[in-house]
Structure formats: C-alpha cells, structure tokens
C-alpha cells in the first residue's frame, strides 16, 4: 500500500500522523553505505541506476521514513553543463577553474537532462515502480550552485560570491538565468520520471542580507518555482541560516518552508503565513543526545509544528556521518506514534 | 583631545557624529601588520607590550576609527588556564587535547590576570597613556570558548558541545563556571588597567536553538554581566547567526549589542528593545563592492541605526584578510560625514 502521508501534509491535508524523512537519510551512518561506498564514489552510485535505487531506499527499509529521497548530489548537473567538480571527502565539491570572468560563463552549456543524465532519469523510473513512499527529486538553489561555482568549493564567507553578484550583476544575472534554466528542466525531467515531490537545496542562501536576497536571489526563485509550478507537485525549499528570509520565501512559490533549528516553527509560522506547510526542525547535533532528551525535543517541535496543517518532521539539516542509526529509527517511531491533534 | 563619541553612543548618549571601528581593525589587510606578522607569531605580539601597543594603535592612526580595540585572540586565557593551543593559518585555534571527560576539567586552573598574563596588563596601560580614543578590551564568550575546548578547533556543527552541553549537563556547567570566572576577573583587570569597554566575542553561539541558548548559556551570560556591570563601562555581547537570539541577550545585562548583516537594525531594535545600543551591521564581503554601492550600503546602515539613540557602525564579523585598507578608510570617512537626524 502506497504511504501518501507526506505529500498530504505538503498539501496542508489532513494526516494520521506526522510525516518523517531525513535529509541525507541515505549516508555515512549506515553501514550498509559505506561498504557500497568502498566499491563506488558518490557520483558512481548516482551513474548506477541500480546501485543508486538500493541505496535510495534503504532508509525507507531501514528506518521507516515516509519518503525516499533521490540519492544524488546538487553539483550532478554542474558537471553535466561543462564545469567539471570532484567531490572531496570530508570537504565537499571542489571545482579548480571557477566562474570569475564572463568568458567562463560561456563555456556553461545548455542541460538536457536525458542526454546528460539519462542513467539519473532511469534511476527514478525503477524507484517509481518499486517505492510504497513519495520520491522526492531535487536540485542545488541558485545561490547555494553559484557559490560552489564561483568559489571552487565550499566556502564561509563567499567573498568572489557576493563580489561577483553586487559588482557585476550583468554576470550574476547570465549564471542565475543559466542556473534556473538547469533548474527548471531538471526539475520537471525528474517529476516526469516519476518524482512525487522537488526540494530546492539553497542551503547556503541564508548568508545573505534580507536586502540582498530580494534584490539578487528572489526573482530567480520566483521564475523557478513558477514554471515548476505547472508540474503540480510539492515544491519544498530549504537553507540554514534563513530566520530573517522566511518572510520573503513565502513568495517564492514554495509550498513547503524548511528551516533549521534556529528559528521555532510559531515564530516561523507567523513569517512564512498560513498558505505554505512547515519542514524541520530538530537539531542534527542533538541526536547525540539522551533518548529521553531527544523525545523531549521531538515532542517539543511536533506539538509547536502540529497547531496548523502542514508539518512535516524533519532535521534542520543533514544527517551527521557518526549518528547512530537505532536512534534514527527510534525517532521515526517517536514521530509515528504522536497524535494528532488538530 | 580625547574622543569619546563611541563611548557616548555605547550609553545611549547624544553624539556628533556616528562612531565607527572594525572588528579585526589590526589584521592581515594591513602591510604593516603583515610585516609585523612575518618577524612575530600573533600570540608574540601579545606577548611583546610595545609591539602590541604598536599593532593596537595602527587603525586608530590609518583608519580615524573611533575606538581602538586590543590586539589579542580569545584563546589567550585559555592557554593561561593550562589548556595549551596554536593558532594555525587559515584555520584557527587547534587544541590537541580537548576537553571531553570530567577530568579533563580538573585540569584547568584558576586564572589570575596579573600572574598569567601581566604582558596584556603592561600593554593596555601603556595604550591608556597614548591613545586619543577609547580602547576596548575583550574576551571570548562562554558558549565559543567551550566550542574551542571541547571541539578541539573550529567547528561547522559543534557536535561534541552540544552532545557535552545536553548529555552532561553537570560537566557542561562546571566549564561555564570556570569560564565565566576567568571572564568576568580578566574583564575586571583589563579595565583596572585601562579599558574603557568590553567586548564579549560569542562568535558562535548563535548556533544553538533559542531554547538551549536560555537553558545552558543565559544564566552564565547574566553572572558575567551582573559581574562586570560593577566596572561601569559598556558591555558589548556580539555573535553571529544570532537573530532569534536576539531578544534574550537584551536579558544578558549587555549594554550594546552586535548584530550582523542578516537582521535588519529595524528588526533588531524591535527585538531587543530601548535599553541597550546596537553595533554593527555592514557585511564585511561588501567591501569589495563597487564605493558607490559601499556608501548605498552605509547610508542605508546609518539611517536605520540612528532612527533611535545609541548605535555604533562596524562590520557584522572580521575584516576579511583580502580587504583594502583605502576602502577601510573611505568608509570610516563615509560614517564620520553622516548626519544625524535624531
């Protein structure tokens, strides 16, 4: 039988019972993974379709959660669009020639997705087949891809970053259009494959200024979520450090705000209004917690979450590699188990 | 003559003009300090009074700020109370031997500011003698502080704090105590000696959900403050990543408040109230914009931040390395020009 339960709750229907998923649910933790990992790279599980499709649902076997999530990374389709990346352990995507002059702009080609990724597009179409949870398909957001592209890798002030967006908005404006472009395509190739749900990762969007967001990112995001919009599937966007752009997400398009542990789902609530569902909130670090303690907590965030329609329980950022896997699944049963309410 | 405007506006008082410093003033985008740098480690030139004076005193005569800061690092005491640490280029303070089991704790001894480190005291009063404008001295925040100690270097997720601060909570508060007293003596002997503020630098407390922050760091916050408040001088609380923080450190007892780029000064002052001034908010990756755009910038800053009385410009984190200094000196320029309306 199909579990539809999360797809109601990002439709603000009502449920059961609160919905759970895990970003990074399929990862480091898990030993099963990391043997798979001895044998492939992570963008050789994502060439193998069915190598990709075991790991994809592990955490669906494994843990209980109410919806897979495709397993793949943001910077795929940077590397389909001509930027070549690695992905370094325990750093993230390195890319050694970044976007800084307009010339480099131009070697960014077109994306189709079934002639740069059709190994992703087939990965899907068996997890369509043989899931009994919603698949959520997703993509980098704009900033959080042009941060990568531009510094070479992760960074923590994005210096060449903001430089390049308020120096030379002609250049930003050509790599937000390029990237929406990717987006877009990307996005509504996955849903055609079989993805019940998208989820913008703009995880690092939350260093910019409310000021900055709406001049340089929001028009990006609405041209995104307006054409994936015609898909008619739960569009969720999510980054840490957002507490003062919630207000603004909400007129992104978004049907589901994430957000991190920073900022308590009333107070989110009252900035993203009553026309999008909720996504978080629970600190990754605190499932190093005492059982007890993060019973608390989930309690704590299921009873704020849980007094409008539309929740959906989730950590406000990725799975750490050293969690421990009986107490994810312990807090899938947690979750399970609430009642609700309202 | 001595100027006293940064003070003036730390009490709310009615001042001429904005004051304005630079948390980093005394750094790396100076060539001077470079070449200091290449003849002193940073910790030697806490430990050299003339050269530390020297370095102290330079963005006070290149910049005209309107407060001189002390040239030291937060991890000073922490060495003095026998956690030894280096301090690595491009990384930070890394400590090979953190704290993670209650003995580790036993370790640490109490911190006398006269004994451990009568070279700071020699240089603040020698500053005290020379300079025309205010010096700040300062400390690390208890929450950044024990980040240091028990992660053993900087941090993205603060897993081993955090997992300390709510697996044991008895040991997380023995840390603050020793903490906070090596805060609030070290605070009380560096304005004996001469500082005529102090600054709390709990760059990364704002990493912590607002519950927990209430829960295991207020009540030390509200010793060190009500401590220090007998001193008579202003007390300056700064983090990043703080904007839902905001309305409980107006609890702390601080009498200025730091707020980086991300909130809106509007914003901040409805969350923390009348009663205590703001610092901040220019993105310190701004910088490197256009100086048409800087001043935008500024002015915007400046209009919002003296819409009620007290507020100080300064950056919302570091002086970025790469930074130029005549674009440091134009700015102060900028704000020093800025008339106030209010």
Not at 124 to 141: A, H
Not at 187 to 201: D, E, H, P, R
């Amino acid at each position: 039988m199909f579990n539809d339960t999360f797809l109601r709750a990002c439709q603000r229907d009502q449920t059961n019972s609160v919905p759970v998923w895990f970003m990074r649910q399929a990862g480091r933790y898990d030993a099963d993974y990391r043997a798979i990992r001895k044998k492939y790279s992570l963008v050789e599980i994502c060439e193998h379709p069915d190598v990709c499709v075991e790991v994809t649902k592990m955490p669906v076997d494994k843990l209980g959660v109410d919806a897979a999530i495709l397993f793949s990374d943001i910077m795929i389709p940077i590397g389909a669009m001509g930027l070549p990346f690695v992905i370094k352990e325990n750093v993230g995507p390195v890319i050694d020639t970044p976007i800084r002059h307009e010339s480099d702009l131009h070697h960014l080609h077109t994306f189709v997705p079934e002639a740069a990724l059709p190994h992703v597009l087939e990965t899907i179409r068996l997890l369509k087949q043989d899931l009994s949870v919603p698949l959520i398909g997703f993509m980098g957001g704009p900033f959080t891809l042009a941060s990568y592209m531009i510094e070479g890798g992760p960074s923590r002030d994005y210096l060449h970053t903001k430089t390049m967006m308020v120096s030379r908005p002609d250049m930003w404006q050509q790599l937000m259009d390029k990237l929406s472009e990717m987006i877009i395509v990307y996005g509504t190739a996955q849903v055609k494959a079989g993805a019940s749900a998208l989820q913008i990762f703009d995880s690092w969007v939350g260093s910019l200024a409310p000021s900055d967001y709406h001049q340089y990112v929001l028009p990006t995001m609405q041209r995104i979520f307006g054409a994936l919009k015609e898909l008619d599937v739960p569009l969720i966007y999510f980054g840490v450090n957002t507490g003062e752009l919630l207000s603004t997400f909400a007129e992104t398009g978004a049907s589901v705000i994430g957000v991190d542990w920073r900022v308590p789902l009333t107070v989110a609530r009252q900035r993203v209004g009553d026309n999008v569902a909720l996504q978080g909130n629970f600190d990754p670090a605190m499932l190093f917690a005492p059982q007890s303690e993060i019973e608390r907590r989930a309690q704590a965030i299921l009873s704020e979450g849980t007094k409008a329609p539309g929740f959906i329980f989730n950590l406000g950022h990725g799975v750490k590699p050293s969690t421990d896997i009986a107490v994810l699944r312990e807090l899938v049963a947690y979750v399970h188990q609430f009642r609700l309410t309202c």
